[in-house]
């Protein structure tokens, strides 16, 4: 079946302007998660749905980051006032949402460029 | 919460010879321990991934050990190619929070 799918595949945007990243998580899967990946380091966590419910956004760098998950299905990921800093792969992932050891399928991630 | 840190952060070794790279973590809570391979602009795929009840896992030339006391996992790679050219990641995981090492950046040369 289908995997994680992102859209868009790239973003480039002004400082200043806000922009919306969307997740398609693998069908069936309760958990999702959003990750932010600076060149050259590993995938740092933002924030953790299980179903529709925002379990642990205590990865969310600050107040201008927000993501929903209406449905429990898909998500975006929202981003406010954007600054440079704010330029990364965002990478979505998903898991069936039993906990402990399942496994998460990451999706090809958006490239944001904050100019 | 849970620091991962990982060695070396670039290797670079002979075509067939073995690649092993190490993680330490900080949560004794961690249960599950994954590691995934990074190609340029590609999306991180899993190639393996240990569980805390186990010690170590194999799969034909890649193999994770983990020591719990220690707090620390290894992944080893043997009979190295050029394709498994690329940045490993790994991670530590309590529940559903996972937290991803820097990476180390593998470089396999023919």
Redesign the interface.
Known sequence: GAGVSQTPSNKVTEKGKYVELRCDPISGHT?L?W?RQSL??????LI?F?GTGA??D?GLPNDRFFAVRPEGSVSTLKIQRTERGDSAVY?CASSL?R???D???????TRLTVL | GENVEQHPSTLSVQEGDSAVIKCTYSDSASNYFPWYKQELGKRPQLIIDIRSNVGEKKDQRIAVTLNKTAKHFSLHITETQPEDSAVYFCAARRNNDMRFGAGTRLTVKP
């Open positions: 958990a998660y990750y050259g380091q590993g995938p740092e966590f953790y299980q379990a642990d205590s990478l949402g906990g402990g050891a496994t998460q399928y990451f999706g090809p991630g």
